[in-house]
């Protein structure tokens, strides 16, 4: 079974760009969620698929949007990059919306310069 | 109070020690409780699910759930450098949202 898969790994880009951030969930999972974890702290929430609908989004401001595709796989991207903005970006994805634990990528990890 | 709050340590024990992890959390946070283990440079790893009061072991690892005291701890025994990494708490703030501490640095000393 493969698990879930992120790219790119590593990511360089300068203050105002644009990145997209890609993300294949595990098979037979429908809800994908994306998580940013600045260095020293613990994963932030961004916000969670569902469907191809978002259904939650945590406190991060709308240049950071998504998609998700019919196959499930899903998008982050990030608009008017800022230096604020460099730190690992992790996907995770599970069957659904019940309590299970969620079970993380490898992670991208963005520089913003 | 933050929603789910951890000493960020570092905390150093010897080879072969007990290390004890611990975590509060707030009412907005439900019942399910995990753990994750984070290596430098890498993303978190799943170790432990918890979702009843108690204790539940696995292997070298004990995880204990105090609703009353809204507590989560985590007990590695017989501990190994190869467990030193940055340990997460983790548990749903509803149905969408993951909430994590920001993690205790684990060092074992050989």
């Known amino acids: 079974e493969t698990g879930v898969t992120q790219s790119p790994t590593h990511l360089i880009k300068t203050r105002g760009q644009q990145v997209t951030l890609r993300c294949s969930s595990q098979s037979g999972h429908n809800t994908v969620s994306w998580y940013q974890q600045a260095l020293g702290q613990g994963p932030q929430f961004i916000f969670q698929y569902y469907r191809e609908e978002e259904n939650g989004r945590g406190n991060f401001p709308p240049r950071f949007s998504g998609l998700q595709f019919p196959n499930y796989s899903s998008e982050l991207n990030v608009n008017a990059l800022e230096l604020d903005d460099s730190a690992l970006y992790l996907c995770a994805s599970r069957p659904g919306m019940d309590n299970s634990p969620l079970h993380f990528g490898n992670g991208t990890r963005l520089t913003v310069t | 109070q933050k929603e789910v709050e951890q000493n960020s340590g570092p905390l150093s024990v010897p080879e072969g020690a007990i290390a004890s992890l611990n975590c509060t959390y707030s009412d907005r946070v439900s019942q399910s409780f995990f753990w994750y283990r984070q290596y430098s440079g890498k993303s978190p790893e799943l170790i432990m699910s918890i979702y009843s009061n108690g204790d539940k072991e696995d292997g070298r690892f004990t995880a204990q759930l105090n609703k009353a005291s809204q507590y989560v701890s985590l007990l590695i025994r017989d501990s190994q450098p190869s467990d030193s990494a940055t340990y997460l708490c983790?548990?749903?703030?509803?149905?969408?949202?993951?909430?994590f501490g920001k993690g205790t640095k684990l060092s074992v000393i050989p």
């Open positions: 983790a548990g749903w703030a509803g149905s969408y949202q993951l909430t």
